[in-house]
Structure formats: C-alpha cells, structure tokens
C-alpha cells in the first residue's frame, strides 16, 4: 500500500466498497465504505470523541466538516441540521465519492462533498468541525487551519479533535498565538486520549489570518 495514503487525492489501490455499521445522530445505518480512505472499518475513536462532545450545530447557514473521510462528521451534521448547507471537504476524491454516496443512502440533499479549491471563496461557515489529518505533517496542517478557520463567521465556533500523543497541547498553543485577537481557544473535553478543542471568532473581528 505505499504511497496510498487517506491524504492521497487519488489512492492508487483499486476501490474495493463494502458496507458499514454505525450508529449516526442517534441512527443505526448501513453506510458504505472503501479502502484507501481514512478509518474505513469503523467510525474512528477520534471522531467518535469530537461527535460526542461537541453541542448541537446551527439550523442554518453553511456548516463545514474538514478532512471528511467517507463522511461520519458531515453526514451528522447534515442529520442535525437539515436546513443548512453542509461542506465535506477532503483532497481524497474517493474519500468524496463515498459521502455523496452516503449521502444518497441517508436521503440527505444538504451535503457537499467537495475538493477544497471548489469551495467558493464567499463562502462563511457557521461552525468548523474537523478531525483533522494530523500525520499530514505540521507545515500541511498549520497551512490547512489557517486557510479555513478564518472562514468561520465571527461569534461561531471550530471543533478540533486532536490526540494528547500526537501533539494536541502544542497545537493548542500553536492556535493561541497564531490567531491571537481574533480567536479564543480552551480544551473543550478531554476523553479516551483525545483533546476536544473549542475555537471561538471574537465578534468583531473579520480579517483574515493566512490566505485563502
């Protein structure tokens, strides 16, 4: 498998789908699944903390789920807010296949599944869930955080859920600083290894910090 990584925008393995069990917004579904996409077997334990610990999304506006995988994130919140317009964003074009096809299963319309370059610029996201592709490395992730979390609208939130062991206090500092007057951070939750990390846009504050 080298060189097929979650990350890979086109895995070099041949697709292989298969179904999936999980448990979404309090619903037992049969989803579908592939390999060379992150966390194929099962909902991660990462993303089952971030899911758990995060409140209810905003009813509208556009909600964005970074670094999607088949979907788990975006599809929740596309269940919890039917009335808004749910971005999953990903590099991995299989890893999109896959949420617009578990989209499809769970009957959902409000969900796009997108590369990050067709993402339009205008767009302002009421809230950021993400766990984010830590192994990517820290220049890749620290360019992705700075290209999307001043998107979010000011007064909304970003949730990141990060492991303890991969680095989560510093990046939380790392956070701190590089968006300091503009955001406040706190450890949100703390479970099974992982940080929950709760970003808040001060009100007020609209310019951008990196590029877009």
């Not at 592939?34 to 971030?50: C, K, M, Q, W, Y």
């Not at 949420?99 to 302002?124: Q, S, T, Y």
């Not at 939750?189 to 007020?204: D, E, I, M, P, Q």
Request: charged content about 20%.
């Amino acid at each position: 498998m080298s060189g097929d990584h979650y990350f890979s925008s086109s895995p070099e393995s041949e697709a292989r789908t298969r179904p999936l069990h999980v448990q979404l917004s309090g619903r037992d579904v049969e989803l579908v699944t592939a390999n060379g996409v992150f966390s194929p077997e099962r909902i991660d334990t990462g993303t089952g903390v971030l899911l758990a610990n995060t409140p209810t999304p905003p009813p509208g506006g556009h909600l964005l789920d970074l670094g999607c995988g088949w979907g788990p994130v975006a599809l929740t919140l596309a269940l919890e807010s039917p009335r808004a317009t749910v971005w999953a964003v990903d590099v991995n074009e299989r890893a999109l296949e896959l949420v617009r096809a578990n989209a499809r299963i769970l009957g959902l319309d409000n969900v796009n599944a997108a590369l990050p370059d067709d993402v339009p610029d205008d767009v302002r996201f009421m809230t950021v869930w993400s766990n984010p592709p830590i192994r990517v490395g820290k220049n890749e992730l620290h360019g992705l955080l700075t290209r999307w979390l001043p998107r979010l609208e000011p007064g909304s939130d970003a949730w990141l859920v990060v492991q303890r062991n991969l680095g989560s206090d510093s990046l939380h500092r790392w956070l701190q600083t590089t968006f300091d007057g503009d955001f406040s951070f706190i450890r949100a939750a703390t479970s099974k290894g992982y940080r929950v990390l709760r970003g808040r846009r001060r009100v007020g504050n609209t310019g951008a910090v990196g590029t877009v």
